[in-house]
DNA sequence: AGATTTCTGTGTCGATCGACACAGAAATGA
DNA sequence: TCATTTCTGTGTCGATCGACACAGAAATCT
């Protein structure tokens, strides 16, 4: 069968990467269309044929996001010994990208739309959508901790849980504002000081 | 002397009250000019003649936000008998208002210009120091704790700082998602506990 | 009263927003 | 070869953005 028609004239995942890179920056109303086709080098024209829409290029984005600069984080989250050195990585590996000279400072999916900041409203929920998602994953991980018996059974997973997305998100704040990688790694090892053990 | 001309048809401060509620629900770039002159019940002609123009109706609106919301905090923060109890005041007289359905969920200064979203780099900047503004409150009464004897000498009080502002900018986001004042409150007990205390 | 000053309402400005129509270019299939 | 399909570039659309010009209305001062 083959492809038929004129073919592409850019390669879609390069396009998508730097559009990843446009809305991290600017967030989602920051990205202008004008900015987003400079940046790509394509006409809006070819973006519209190519992803829909904006709103559907930047859910694009956001999932890329998700399994490039999220996925060395989640498998350190699930791969660490115990629930609490896994949340320890997975923190670690995110203030890495955070604060990276090379990208945009902070978390895409937590700046980019800071809720009511977006005009699109199914935007915000998007976003909301998957910050919630980190936080499950982080309850899901204390309770193969309970299971492993590195958290205690007695400790209240659904706030620990919130606890830790709480830092996170506070992290990618701090990064925006121009914390460097040892501030940032400092505020984590304070953080992570709470941790309920067994012992107490 | 009293006041020559015709006399503004419209209070200033209930104006810039409305305003501020405006730029907290849908922040700097999402509160349009339409959107603001609409809610504070006046043209835009007598907007700009009031508060030179949008940024400025906002860096008043931000002032407003500082010394009205956040004064009882700041208040806490001063008046607890220790630095970690005030700590604990501060973050909790905050989500008060970060939950409080009689008003926009989380924190205006957080979320309203979440860095470069905002497409005017000064109204990021403001916000941006503002921010640190905070944390540099959580050093002094740091500080002033170890004098006082209840934060052992040894601690790291930048350190300290920045993660009490990290929750802290993190349980704006939290309440912006939908969480309840308990949530919230269950996550500051947490983060609470990592206070390095004398004994440890 | 009349001059002066200040505020308000209507209307509109150029710029920019996201989105797409349309025609031409470049590939494949028959 | 040539019809078909698909992508690209130019141009532009209506809506909306922030900002203000201008004239009339409403107060004070002389």
Known sequence: MGQRGRPRGFDRDTALRTAMEVFWKYGYDGASMTRLTTEMGIASPSLYACFGSKEGLFREAVELYGSTVGAPAQRALEEAPTAYEGIRA???????????????????????????????????????????????????????????????????????????????????????????????????????????????
């Open 90 to 200: 997975l923190l670690r590996a995110n203030i890495v990208t955070f604060a990276d000279p090379e990208r945009p400072p902070g978390c895409m999916v937590v700046l980019a739309a800071a809720a009511g900041s977006a005009r699109n409203e199914e935007v915000s929920a998007f976003v909301t959508e998957r910050r919630q998602a980190v936080r499950e994953l982080f309850r899901q991980r204390l309770e193969r901790g309970v299971a492993a018996g590195d958290v205690p059974a007695t400790a209240d997973l659904g706030t620990l849980a919130a606890l830790y997305t709480t830092v996170l998100h506070g992290l990618a704040v701090q990064a925006r504002d121009g914390a460097t990688t040892e501030e940032l790694q400092a505020i984590i090892e304070s953080a992570m000081l709470s941790a309920p053990r067994a012992d107490r």
